[in-house]
């Protein structure tokens, strides 16, 4: 079964530096990859998906995730933080054999400090 | 466009008590899913429903039935309330199959005491 690790539950970056939150996957065949934000006291907002086109993909928010399928992992990314990306942040996987299923990750909670 | 409408938003329940939290979506989607959400755990799938008439368990389903009104609506029912089952719970949907992404409602947050 498909399954993501997302690494480190807590990040914490300075307000303009990169930010970058790790996720890597499990599975026995061709994935597609998701990544979804959740600000508190709300629902999750998908930021990007990665669907076995471009390996390098561009969201929301100015955030960009790459699909590296050797190294199995999908880590998010973006250039410069903004007090507004403090948030919990979610990968997900499916896959053909997973049908109608999403699995998440655990969440990283992202803080951005002045 | 509402996307996808949970009610309540809000809930507190005594142990052994049911209830029904609601769920409808306006955007013709065919896939409809209900998760938990707990601290530290991520999202954990509860049912799902692929299309209209069939619905099918997921991770955790213990505790909870559903039901698949119609292709809007899909309903979580919790028949006797445990504190375990204190949670916030998302509603979502997606076009066919998850590899096009849900939409997700902005969820119910359930205490039982």
């Known amino acids: 079964a498909q399954s993501v690790t997302q690494l480190g539950s807590h990040v914490s970056v300075s307000e303009g530096a990169l930010v970058l939150l790790r996720c890597n996957y499990s599975s026995s065949v061709p994935p597609y990859l998701f990544w979804y934000v959740q600000y508190p006291n709300q629902g999750l907002q998908l930021l990007l998906k990665y669907t076995s086109a471009a390996t390098l993909v561009k969201g929301i928010n100015g955030f960009e995730a790459e699909f590296k399928k050797s190294e199995t992992s999908f880590h998010l990314t973006k250039p410069s933080a903004h007090m507004s990306d403090a948030a919990e942040y979610f990968c997900a996987v499916s896959d053909e054999n997973s049908g109608y299923a999403l699995n998440f990750g655990k969440g990283t909670s992202l803080l951005v400090t002045p | 466009n509402a996307g996808v409408t949970q009610t309540p938003k809000f809930q507190v329940l005594k142990t052994g008590q049911s209830m029904t939290l609601q769920c409808a979506q306006d955007m013709n989607h065919n896939s409809m899913y209900w998760y938990r959400q707990d601290p530290g755990m991520g999202l954990r799938l509860i049912y799902y429903?692929?299309?209209?008439?069939?619905?099918d368990k997921g991770e955790v389903p213990n505790g909870y039935n559903v039901s698949r009104l119609n292709k809007r609506e899909f309903s979580l029912r919790l028949e006797s309330a445990a504190p375990s089952q204190t949670s916030v719970y998302f509603c979502?949907?997606?076009?066919?199959?998850?590899?096009?992404?849900?939409?997700f409602g902005s969820g119910t947050r359930l205490t039982v005491v």
């Open positions: 979502a949907s997606s076009f066919t199959t998850a590899n096009y992404g849900y939409t």
């Open positions: 429903s692929a299309s209209e008439g069939t619905t």
